[in-house]
């Protein structure tokens, strides 16, 4: 009986690497978050890559190549999985500051995927508390990293974009159809490669 009242979404791949222009000796954490139906069966639900330097060619990218591997349980597709990235890179004075906050949902689809991830940082309401900040060390940061996958409060805070980080998906689910969604548009018959920028994968819903 349980079996078949709810579906299986499986999810893989590499937060592959970022665009930070301005910066180097550049780090990542992750999480996931989601709904309150959602279980989470096997893999690690947050995490920290190494550090690592950008590369010296034109494009000028920091590389990772970090694994991420999680198994989630539900019973209905509300409150569908996120990612949210944080980088961070120490500022003149050798201090870890945020570089970067992002996030995106978890493909709807089934296959193999690559996100764009457009980046933003905080911004202090006041030139005197911007430059307050620079000599303490003390940017502008979320004390829950999570609520950049919120939108309630999200617009009394002002923010400046900065940066783009890439992630790749390989998901795969089970019993989606048995509870009546189709996630795989009749037409597909094998997922390709799908290429996104922008925070989500064309919504929240299955």
């Given at each position: 009986m349980a079996?078949?009242?709810?579906?299986?979404?499986?999810v893989?791949?590499?937060i592959?690497?970022?665009?930070f222009?301005?910066?180097?000796?550049?780090?990542?954490?992750?999480?996931?978050?989601?709904?309150?139906?959602?279980?989470?069966?096997?893999?690690?639900e947050?995490?920290?890559?190494?550090?690592?330097?950008k590369?010296?060619?034109?494009?000028?990218?920091?590389?990772?190549?970090?694994?991420?591997?999680?198994?989630?349980?539900?019973?209905?597709?509300?409150?569908?999985?996120?990612?949210?990235?944080?980088?961070?890179?120490?500022?003149?004075?050798?201090?870890?500051?945020?570089?970067?906050?992002?996030?995106c949902?978890?493909?709807?689809?089934?296959?193999?995927?690559k996100?764009h991830?457009?980046m933003?940082?905080?911004?202090s309401?006041?030139?005197?508390?911007?430059?307050?900040?620079?000599?303490?060390?003390?940017?502008?940061e979320?004390?829950?990293?999570?609520?950049?996958?919120?939108?309630?409060?999200?617009e009394?805070?002002?923010?400046?974009?900065?940066?783009?980080?890439?992630?790749?998906?390989n998901?795969?689910?089970?019993?989606?159809?048995?509870?009546?969604?189709d996630?795989?548009?009749?037409?597909?018959?094998?997922?390709a490669?799908?290429?996104?920028?922008?925070?989500t994968?064309?919504?929240?819903?299955?």
């Amino acid at each position: 009986m349980a079996s078949s009242s709810v579906f299986l979404v499986m999810v893989s791949g590499q937060i592959e690497s970022a665009e930070f222009p301005e910066f180097d000796d550049i780090y990542c954490r992750y999480c996931f978050t989601h709904g309150l139906d959602w279980l989470i069966t096997s893999g690690l639900e947050e995490g920290i890559t190494q550090v690592t330097k950008k590369s010296q060619d034109e494009k000028q990218r920091f590389v990772w190549n970090f694994p991420i591997d999680i198994t989630f349980k539900s019973t209905n597709p509300s409150g569908w999985p996120q990612l949210v990235v944080h980088a961070y890179g120490p500022d003149v004075f050798g201090t870890d500051v945020v570089r970067g906050y992002g996030n995106c949902h978890v493909p709807i689809t089934p296959g193999r995927h690559k996100l764009h991830i457009p980046m933003f940082v905080p911004e202090s309401s006041s030139a005197f508390q911007k430059l307050t900040s620079w000599f303490l060390g003390r940017r502008p940061e979320y004390v829950d990293p999570r609520v950049v996958a919120q939108g309630e409060g999200r617009e009394v805070t002002r923010v400046r974009s900065q940066g783009f980080l890439t992630v790749s998906f390989n998901v795969v689910m089970k019993d989606m159809k048995k509870l009546g969604y189709d996630v795989l548009p009749s037409d597909v018959v094998h997922a390709a490669l799908i290429e996104t920028v922008g925070p989500t994968q064309a919504g929240t819903e299955a």
